[in-house]
């Protein structure tokens, strides 16, 4: 039998089997709308062709029996050419939303992940590694920080409602100022947001010494990474490759004036180099002024911290008023409040982990160039009779508290 003949039968049998196929629609389908009609004719003729006719499944050429079928099937009945070409666009359309959905559901699952790791976890310290680098620095210092560190005290937060108990515990006030519990709100001071806004892309902590020169017990003439300016080095080095914040540390000397050490007007040379380096740097949240106090020479400022003798720290903050004189109206403070805050939130983290390093937040009438950043913070380590390894070795807990308070943890 031709191949012709051939043609020509299936087609007449197609359309007998169309005939009833459209009767049966017809009677059935009246209620359906144009496209359940649609829908229902395309699968019905695709069930049909498989169930009763599965010789023409197999391939032809480069098309199956089904594809050669119903390219026949369009050529006698052009309506159903345009249908066909519908339903192809749609599987397209409909694989194209599905793989939308499918990485948005992803993104979304990635990012609750991260958020979840990052809340049962270590605390992220602001730094980004986006290219999976290896962070520079002392290995075992970044595993140490890495690490949670439980809490060796626990002051419950009701404690601070009340102002005498926050006064014994965390303060001492020079007699040149007061202070009130209007003016000191302990609560209201640790519930505000001292963490670090920006990524370390930009500067974001600059370190400074007011009294550059200071030394310790066995300091070496000549060196400054025997000073204070070293022991800033070491906190400069912890928070950039530890916790990997963006630090810029100024050496700069304030407090040597015609080759003579002179500390009259220290703080008045510093805030105008300060000011400027933050003025370039206006990405800087964070401004420590480290020191090293003076103390008589029989005394030492010591404790001891995972089996390291460490230095003793005191906060510091300047309320820009004294009790003679009221409010230094030429040494204004905007961020007094902010000041107040960052010492005692640095202060209670230190007391929850570890008790015996600081002594106290010191409260004084001036201003000590506090007001250059809200998050501006005085820093007083040890002093003349400590030892340079004493310094250094508080550095570590006090890099681990700022990363606290600034991260939130």
């Not at 947001?193 to 010494?209: A, F, K, T, V, W």
């Amino acid at each position: 039998m031709k191949k012709r003949d051939v043609e020509q039968g299936i087609s007449i049998l197609l359309w007998l089997f169309m005939v009833l196929l459209a009767a049966d629609i017809i009677v059935k389908g009246l209620a359906l709308d144009k496209t359940d009609m649609e829908y229902m004719m395309g699968n019905i003729q695709k069930q049909a062709v498989k169930t009763y006719l599965p010789g023409l499944t197999e391939t032809n050429e480069k098309k199956d029996g089904k594809q050669w079928l119903w390219d026949k099937i369009t050529g006698q009945i052009p309506a159903l050419k345009k249908y066909s070409e519908e339903e192809e666009e749609k599987p397209e359309i409909d694989r194209e939303t599905s793989g939308r959905i499918m990485r948005e559901n992803t993104e979304f699952l990635e990012a609750k992940l991260l958020e979840e790791n990052q809340e049962a976890g270590p605390p992220s310290s602001g730094y980004e590694n986006t290219e999976n680098e290896e962070i520079p620095g002392d290995t075992s210092s970044q595993e140490a920080a890495n690490q949670i560190k439980a809490p060796v005290t626990d002051i419950p937060l009701e404690k601070f409602q009340d102002f005498d108990f926050v006064m014994s515990n965390f303060y001492t006030v020079d007699k040149t100022t007061s202070i009130s519990s209007e003016e000191l709100n302990a609560p209201a001071l640790l519930e505000m947001d001292m963490r670090m806004q920006g990524s370390n892309e930009q500067p974001q902590i600059l370190i400074y010494h007011s009294h550059s020169q200071e030394e310790f017990i066995d300091s070496v003439p000549g060196d400054p990474s025997t000073t204070i300016v070293g022991v800033g080095d070491y906190l400069t080095t912890l928070l950039q490759d530890t916790y990997g914040y963006n630090v810029i540390h100024v050496t700069d000397t304030f407090d040597i004036v015609d080759g003579k050490l002179d500390r009259n007007k220290a703080y008045t040379y510093a805030q105008e180099r300060i000011g400027k380096i933050l003025e370039e740097n206006p990405s800087v949240e964070v401004v420590i002024d480290l020191h090293r106090d003076g103390v008589a020479e029989d005394k030492r400022l010591v404790t001891n911290i995972d089996g390291k003798d460490t230095a003793k720290i005191m906060f510091f903050n300047g309320l820009s008023r004294t009790n003679q004189n009221g409010d230094i109206s030429y040494l204004p403070n905007p961020y007094i409040q902010e000041n107040l805050a960052f010492s005692l939130q640095m202060m209670l983290e230190t007391k929850k982990y570890y008790p015996d390093l600081a002594r106290t937040i010191y409260l004084r009438g001036y201003r000590y160039n506090l007001h250059l950043r809200p998050k501006a913070l005085l820093v007083e380590c040890g002093a003349q009779t400590n030892t340079v390894q004493e310094e250094m070795n508080a550095m570590e807990p006090l890099a681990d508290i700022l990363n606290k308070v600034l991260t939130g943890a």
